[in-house]
């Protein structure tokens, strides 16, 4: 079992490197038929209609095109492109595996029969391409979206089909709205009774998962303290709540 272990963490460090997803002298797509789909099949709690993006497949199939073939160009667009970019990508992506293998419980039900943590799960799956080469959902949150990005706020915006993820925004991202957008929803999940029990001191485990993201520039209750309704105590003893990963239809 350790040597399993060991092998898992050197496969997880290795993958880690720098992604070579991308695109060169391509333009940063329009959103628009996402922002469609998730206004008419994503409700106000972040709920999400399956059978709705199913009946929709086509339309939602050329979207998902519409990013493989335009994948962001480092050199030329902006940060808020790019970071709307992936963060669409991810949550499109996704609603994709969740279809392509409806109905399911929980998005952890799909992906190899052996599971290896950190190496060989349902979010390692290269299941779609961008820019001709293959990719994960794993890839896109960790090797870009929080390896070339500054922006602890993407974990409130990135949804993986769960009960207790952040919810869904109903809104498909895009550069011009990115700052709104992301305030709204690490305000909302953090404000969010069911995700965050603040008068308990009981929050969610993503704040354990990515601790590190939150604490580049000052403690985890500092983080949470900018946006929370009802501020944490700074000396506070904190518990992270268990994670619901039932299908959030």
Not at 54 to 72: C, G, R, T, V
Request: proline letters at 5%; a negative charge; charged letters at 25%.
């Amino acid at each position: 079992m350790k040597i399993l272990i060991l092998f898992a963490l050197f496969l997880f460090n290795v993958s880690c490197g720098d992604s070579p997803l991308g695109g060169v002298d391509t333009e940063s797509p329009a959103h628009d038929i996402f922002d469609s789909l998730l206004s008419i099949h994503v409700d106000e709690e972040g709920l999400v209609d399956y059978k709705g993006f199913i009946a929709d497949k086509e339309a939602f199939e050329d979207y998902l095109q519409l990013l493989s073939q335009n994948p962001p160009d480092r050199d030329s667009w902006s940060k808020e492109e790019q970071l709307a970019y992936w963060i669409n990508a991810y949550n499109a992506f996704t609603i994709k595996l969740i279809i392509d293998h409806y109905p399911v419980e929980s998005i952890k039900d799909i992906g190899p029969s052996l599971k290896i943590p950190l190496v060989n799960t349902v979010w390692h799956l290269e299941f779609f391409e961008i820019g001709g080469k293959p990719a994960s959902l794993d890839e896109i949150e960790h090797q870009i979206l929080r390896k070339e990005f500054d922006e602890a706020r993407i974990h409130f915006a990135i949804n993986c089909a769960s009960v207790s993820c952040p919810k869904l925004l109903n809104r498909a991202f895009t550069a011009g709205k990115l700052e709104t957008q992301l305030e709204k929803v690490t305000r909302g999940f953090i404000n969010d009774p069911s995700q965050n029990d603040l008068e308990r001191n009981e929050i969610s485990s993503i704040f354990s998962w990515f601790k590190e993201d939150f604490t580049r520039k000052g403690s985890l209750i500092a983080f949470i303290n900018r946006y929370a309704d009802s501020p944490l105590d700074p000396n506070t003893k904190i518990r992270f709540k268990d994670y619901d990963w039932s299908l959030n239809e």
